[in-house]
């Protein structure tokens, strides 16, 4: 019986990430712009553009999220975060309009992850990406879905480096799915087995009638 050495964890797609998984690890190190409001003391060494010993209040500088989100203070104002541009008003307008026309993957390999993450940081713009996020994801599923049902046996590189990872682990997904159904329609498939989620879902059901 084969056993795979890793067995991939997928990406947390809330406020918290999953640090078992490599994508939101790799997530967590995608920079947003901040500005500090007060002074950092012998932190001078995290920005480059200056020599100095401090981080003076006031200095725009660019930190990865998992250290934005551990100085960020609700109640003490330490640092606040700024949008990055892709979040913005005007990009967000585009994304209204048609979001199958953006490239996602150029934009921002997490642009869903990143976006979820940005709900940490107090904004009165969060309900309206949060709002973006979702028609977003609403409005280029289906045509990524679609593309992956279409595309059996070709050479898909150009559809998915648009897509963001998330996308592109649905196309994956769908492409399994599709090429799974063509071998049992070719009798070439092995027995069907019952779903990870299937059996998972028994075993938890078996345990809590067990004494």
């Known amino acids: 019986m084969e056993t795979q050495s890793y067995f991939p964890v997928p990406p947390g797609v809330a406020v918290e990430e999953n640090f078992l998984s490599l994508d939101d690890i790799l997530l967590t190190h995608e920079r947003l712009p901040v500005r500090t409001e007060c002074v950092f003391p012998r932190l001078g060494f995290l920005d480059k553009s200056t020599d100095t010993q401090d981080i003076s209040e006031g200095t725009k500088m660019e930190l990865p999220l998992w250290l934005s989100k551990a100085l ?12 990055p541009k892709v979040y913005r008003e005007g990009w967000r307008t585009v994304f209204n309009a048609d979001p199958n026309v953006v490239d996602l993957h150029k934009m921002g390999p997490y642009y869903y992850s990143l976006g979820s993450q940005l709900l940490h940081f107090d904004s009165p713009e969060n309900p309206d990406i949060a709002q973006t996020l979702l028609q977003t994801f609403i409005g280029r599923f289906r045509r990524t879905m679609d593309s992956s049902q279409n595309a059996y046996n070709e050479d898909t590189s150009a559809l998915v ?51």
């Open 161 to 211: 480096q648009r897509l963001d990872s998330l996308e592109k682990v649905l196309f994956r997904s769908g492409q399994s799915g599709l090429n799974d159904f063509q071998s049992w329609e070719k009798g070439q498939a092995a027995q069907l087995t019952a779903s990870t989620l299937v059996l998972n879902y028994r075993k938890r059901k078996l345990a809590e009638v067990q004494p």
């Open 72 to 83: 960020y203070e609700r109640k003490r104002r330490v640092l606040s975060v700024e949008l």
